[in-house]
């Protein structure tokens, strides 16, 4: 059974970059045929994916967070990090990772980890 775990700093102050990183046990980010995912869920809004690496390492971003995402990965520890730039109060919210089959679909999810953009 895979699982993710979410972990990163809680606050973190305007125009700062957000760093968070998904750890992933029971399975390989390498793994032929499957896509990891960062998705958020802001206060009184619905889930906003922000983008997804590939198996092969491949990485694509949401249009609107493009310019302020970058998606990387460690394969020797199993993990990958998101990094958000020049934050705002709006980027405050609950920030999950994910895996899925396709790049639209995501069937195992992390708990979730709150960020606060406050200075």
């Known amino acids: 059974q895979v699982q993710l775990q979410e972990s990163g700093p809680g606050l973190v102050k305007p125009s700062q970059t957000l760093s968070l990183t998904c750890t992933v ?28 690496m590939t198996f092969g390492g491949i990485t694509y971003y949401a249009p609107a967070l493009k310019n302020r995402t970058s998606i990387s990965r460690d394969t020797s520890k199993n993990q990958f990090t998101l990094q958000l730039s020049s934050v705002t109060p709006e980027d405050t919210g609950v920030y999950f990772c994910t895996r899925g089959p396709n790049l ?3 069937l195992y999810w992390g708990q979730g980890t709150q960020v606060t953009v406050s200075s």
């Open 25 to 52: 046990s029971g399975d390989s980010i390498t793994n032929n045929g499957y896509y990891w995912n960062w998705i958020r869920q802001s206060p009184g809004k619905g889930l906003e994916w922000m983008g997804v």
């Open 104 to 106: 639209a679909t995501s």
